[in-house]
């Protein structure tokens, strides 16, 4: 029997060309797949009436280290140099997998929560063979369409961050490859989350590209941010080793010169800003504007809750305010007007949808409101006092529009969150993450008195 579930009378932002928006349009969901986006649909099904809320699809977050929600806003003040000494080299080895299964089941609550419904979890947090299970459990408890990138152990940043000679193991990869991922069809799909030139030796990045391939894994990969990595010219050094293609997500990319830009554009790579963090931690401007310029399609990502905070709406902002200051700085140094194609509410919100699922390699099945697609949908309501009266439903949803906004919430078709209240069972995961917290912060102090003064 054909389950049918009717989204009646919202503001539908599809976010497909072919569809635009509809002022008061009806979205027809049939056993988790969209069939149709039209002004007003008849049909049998189970009636969710969005009069008043604004329907668009659900957001992706292309790179965020989920694990890390147990250890949410514990270093406010960090610089990204911080991050490395006091994250990677000092919470992230005493990860145990019940820390990274509360993390991830907690984070992608979190996710859902915001109107995110799909996620590139890039977890460099397998410390041992059992901490890849424990994050796939988590995700696929929470009901999420995530990308699973493996990563590396975290167990000591000068073993593994800086010329480190130590790879992904891959009889793992191909374990969790075989035992999770055989169809890449499910709600969760996997990619591998490396650390690339001058984090690793030339003969480690050249062997996991190489696995990536072999096991047809998308490759994520932090490029040009900060101090250190700003320099090490990482996207040249890949196009050296003769390892850029389409299938490889650049994340932050701040710092790439002209010549990698146009590297990355003619090797139909990926590009993923995560804005705050950019902003506040010193990776950088988020360069959104600069991958359009090179006909690139950027999307947006949260990276780590650590520091700042985990939804699209700020992510959104950050972006689109700190590219506006940066033109309006040179302009203001250089005396001239403005330019007229300053970057726009509807491109930020493209980035965080549709771009969002091209970069997570998933723009076959989500992105937009499209016949044919699964629906993640989420409305936003439009009479709060923060949103309401709207002129431009657009704007709404990016300059207005915050997580309390978020009322309702479908992923492949399954209603995650309604009437503003998450379903299922959130009380546990939040027990289960504090709980994580409290062990985090005793074996960090353990390890802190057993260490030599
Ligand atoms: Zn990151």
């Given at each position: 029997m054909t389950t049918r579930t009717l989204l009646r009378s919202g503001h539908v932002i599809s976010m497909d060309p072919g569809i635009g928006d509809l002022p008061q349009g009806d979205v027809l969901v049939e056993d988790g797949r969209i069939t149709a986006v039209e002004p007003e649909i008849s049909a049998d099904a189970e009636a969710l009436d969005m009069s008043g809320r604004i329907v668009i699809p659900g957001f992706v977050?292309?790179?965020?280290?989920?694990?890390?929600a147990p250890i949410r806003?514990?270093?406010?003040?960090?610089t990204l140099d911080d991050y490395f000494v006091?994250?990677?080299?000092?919470f992230a080895p005493l990860y145990t997998p019940d820390d990274v299964y509360a993390g991830n089941l907690a984070g992608a609550l979190e996710c859902l929560n915001a109107?995110?419904?799909?996620?590139?979890?890039?977890?460099?947090?397998?410390?041992?063979?059992e901490h890849p299970d424990a994050a796939i459990q988590g995700l696929r408890e929470s009901g999420i369409r995530a990308q699973y990138a493996y990563g590396s152990a975290n167990t000591s940043l000068a073993e593994y961050?800086?010329?480190?000679?130590?790879?992904?193991?891959a009889d793992d990869v191909r374990r969790i490859r075989s035992t999770?991922?055989?169809?890449?069809?499910?709600l969760l799909t996997m990619g591998l989350a490396t650390r690339g030139p001058g984090f690793c030796v030339d003969e480690v990045v050249t062997a996991e590209w190489a696995m990536a391939r072999e096991l047809d894994l998308p490759i994520t990969v932090h490029v040009?941010?900060?101090?250190?990595a700003g320099r090490f010219g990482m996207v040249k050094q890949l196009h050296g080793l003769g390892l850029?293609?389409?299938?490889t997500t650049y994340v932050?990319?701040?710092?790439?010169?002209g010549e990698e830009w146009q590297m990355v554009a003619d090797s139909g790579g990926m590009i993923s800003v995560a804005p705050q963090v950019e902003l506040q931690m010193g990776?950088?401007?988020?360069?959104v504007m600069q991958a359009l310029e090179y006909g690139l399609r950027p999307a947006l990502s949260v990276d780590v809750v650590t520091t700042v905070p985990g939804d699209m709406f700020t992510q959104i902002r950050a972006a689109f305010g700190a590219e506006r200051a940066r033109v309006n700085a040179d302009c203001w140094q250089a005396n001239m007007p403005v330019p007229s194609t300053m970057l726009t509410v509807r491109q930020m919100l493209e980035a965080a949808t549709v771009n969002g699922a091209h970069v997570a390699g998933l723009e076959d099945r989500t992105g937009?409101?499209?016949?044919?697609?699964?629906?993640d949908v989420v409305a936003i309501d439009a009479t709060a006092p923060n949103v309401a009266?709207?002129?431009?439903a657009v704007a709404a949803v990016t300059l207005c529009a915050d997580v309390?906004?978020?009322?309702t919430v479908l992923v492949d078709g399954v209603i995650r969150k309604r009437d503003g209240r998450l379903l299922g069972d959130t009380a546990r995961a939040l027990r289960l993450v504090g709980e994580s917290r409290d062990r985090l912060l005793a074996a960090k102090e353990a390890k802190k008195a057993k260490a030599p003064a």
């Open positions: 977050d292309t790179h965020r280290h989920t694990w890390e806003g514990v270093a406010p003040d960090a006091d994250i990677l080299d000092t109107g995110i419904t799909t996620l590139v979890d890039w977890s460099h947090i397998n410390n041992t063979p961050w800086f010329e480190s000679t130590i790879a992904i193991p999770y991922f055989a169809s890449d069809d499910g040009a941010m900060g101090r250190l850029l293609g389409p299938d932050h990319s701040c710092h790439l010169s990776h950088g401007w988020p360069p937009s409101l499209t016949p044919g697609k699964r629906a009266p709207v002129h431009d309390s906004n978020v009322d």
